[in-house]
């Protein structure tokens, strides 16, 4: 079965940085695409970013777009998130999520996903 776990959120100060990790697993193939999500208290989860299969094309969501960065590496099935530029409103519980597929392109909409991680806590804050 299909795991993803995170891990590297904490908390930082604005301006600051972090990077999240993916861990990923039961995949039977490299044609998988990962998106990650977050969620804020009393909001809706939100997507972020995402990278198509085999390291394919990634998309940003505006809010985030030349602050954070999206990564894969296959051979250690490893996903990242490097976030740049942190600010208050990028404090959220953020998510990886994985599904089949072989296109080079990927979405940020939720329902896109298959599978989920636990979520990881990014708080931004001074």
């Known amino acids: 079965q299909v795991q993803l776990v995170e891990s590297g959120g904490g908390l930082v100060q604005p301006g600051g940085s972090l990077r999240l990790s993916c861990a990923v697993s039961g995949f039977t193939s490299d044609y998988y695409g990962i998106g990650w999500f977050r969620q804020a208290p009393g909001k809706e989860r939100e997507g972020v970013l995402c990278?198509?299969?085999?390291?394919?094309?990634?998309r940003y969501a505006d809010s985030v777009r030349g602050r954070f960065t999206i990564s894969r590496d296959n051979a250690k099935n490893m996903v990242y998130l490097q976030m740049n530029s942190l600010k208050p409103e990028d404090t959220a519980v953020y998510y990886c999520?994985?599904?089949?597929?072989?296109?080079?392109?990927?979405?940020?909409?939720?329902?896109?996903?298959?599978?989920w991680g636990q979520g990881t806590q990014v708080t931004v804050s001074s």
């Open positions: 999520a994985g599904r089949y597929g072989t296109t080079w392109y990927c979405g940020i909409q939720r329902n896109e996903y298959d599978y």
């Open positions: 990278i198509g299969s085999r390291n394919g094309s990634t």
